[in-house]
């Protein structure tokens, strides 16, 4: 059985205040999140919180970089995870304004995503036309 790593779990706890925290395994790292919402990647060994255009003053005036991964021999810079503070990662309460910023910015995503039918399953189109099939 494998071990969990000891930073997720560290997170989780300094997000605990908040709500119930998973996390889960991603991509060589893990997904944090909060109640069912997606608001934070542990990689690399460090803990990225969700941002947005509200939010991501804040990471910028702490000093906070985007996360970055290489992904087909390039690097690539997310817009939308900034590294926690380093002395935010010292306690729950110290976490917690920045919990509630990356919450904020989820709460704001799920806000403006798409509304998905059918439990995301999308209806076939009918062969050889650009319409899809009516319904009966």
Do not use: N
């Not at 690399?44 to 996360?67: I, M, S």
């Not at 995870?81 to 306690?91: F, K, V």
């Not at 910015?105 to 999308?122: I, K, M, W």
Request: charged share 20%; glycine share 10%; net charge positive.
């Amino acid at each position: 059985m494998a071990r969990p790593d000891p930073l997720a779990a560290h997170c989780v706890e300094l997000l605990a205040p908040l709500g119930a925290v998973q996390a889960r395994r991603m991509f060589g790292g893990h997904g944090l999140y909060l109640d069912g919402l997606f608001i934070a990647i542990v990689a690399f060994g460090r803990l990225y919180l969700k941002t947005d255009e509200t939010t991501a003053a804040h990471f910028d005036a702490a000093g906070c970089p985007a996360f970055e991964y290489v992904a087909r021999g390039q690097t690539r810079t997310s817009r939308h995870y900034r590294a926690a503070p380093a002395e935010a990662l010292d306690g729950p309460q110290a976490m917690l304004p920045w919990g509630r910023l990356a919450l904020q910015a989820a709460l704001a995503a799920r806000a403006s995503a798409p509304v998905r039918r059918g439990a995301g399953r999308v209806r076939p189109r009918a062969a050889g036309s650009g319409a899809a099939p009516k319904r009966r």
